[in-house]
Nanobody, 126 residues
């Protein structure tokens, strides 16, 4: 049974940092495509970043390039999202997602993933 559990969200001032964690069970992170999505109030769920299960290549949405870094740790079976230089527009619920397919690409969508975590709230305020 595949399970994903996110943690690490919280309140932070603009310019601050947070590291989100997604502990997975039921599969090995190196062999699945995993992604972080976010959903702000009143908006759709958008892809933030993904990491390919095939070759470890990564994709970032334009607005977070240079600020966020996705990574995975096989021994801990965990996927991370390091978020630096946070902005108020980064405020959202962040979700971890996974799929067995090779779905990490620029246009990756929520429908491409069949396993989801419960989400963790990130709030950036001044």
């Amino acid at each position: 049974q595949v399970q994903l559990v996110e943690s690490g969200g919280g309140l932070v001032q603009p310019g601050g940092s947070l590291r989100l964690s997604c502990v997975v069970s039921g599969f090995t992170v190196d062999y699945y495509t995993t992604a972080w999505f976010r959903q702000a109030p009143g908006k759709g769920r958008e892809a933030v970043s993904c990491i390919s299960g095939n070759d470890g290549s990564t994709i970032y949405t334009e607005s977070v390039k240079g600020r966020f870094t996705i990574s995975r740790h096989k021994g801990e079976n965990t996927v991370y999202l390091q978020m630096n230089s946070l902005k108020p527009e980064d405020t959202a619920v962040y979700y971890c997602a996974a799929d067995t397919g090779d779905v990490c690409w620029t246009g990756t969508r929520p429908i491409d993933y069949n396993s989801w975590g419960q989400g963790t709230q990130v709030t950036v305020f001044s």
